[in-house]
Nanobody, 112 residues
Framework: VQLQASGGGLVQAGGTLTLSCAAS??????KGWYRQAPGKQRDLVAT???????NYEDSIKDRFTISRGDADNTWHLQMNSLKPEDTGVYYC?????????WGRGTQVTVSS
């Protein structure tokens, strides 16, 4: 299974970015986004399950929105009111029949 993330970039604090992920399969139980800040471990940002149930990390739940795309194999992360501490590499993640798959990551840099 291949995952391709896109949409990262450089934005000023307070700005907005939308990340997108496309998978090579639509047989995905849970779709998600994780991020890794410099020098830190990779942490959960948000997930969305097949039934639409979403889960968010506390620091972003009022600013970020995960959603399914028009196609079953795509999903997005809309990030509003970005802060410098949101800087990191964002990875899309897919649980396909109990197996975890990761995209290569897309860099998000928020300047103050």
């Amino acid at each position: 299974v291949q995952l391709q993330a896109s949409g990262g970039g450089l934005v000023q604090a307070g700005g907005t970015l939308t990340l997108s992920c496309a998978a090579s399969t639509s047989a995905i139980t849970t779709k998600g986004w994780y991020r890794q800040a410099p020098g830190k471990q990779r942490d959960l940002v948000a997930t969305i399950q097949q039934g639409g149930f979403t889960n968010y990390e506390d620091s972003i739940k009022d600013r970020f929105t995960i959603s399914r795309g028009d196609a079953d194999n795509t999903w997005h992360l809309q990030m509003n009111s970005l802060k410098p501490e949101d800087t990191g590499v964002y990875y899309c993640h897919a649980d396909v029949l109990g197996v975890n798959y990761w995209g290569r990551g897309t860099q998000v840099t928020v300047s103050s």
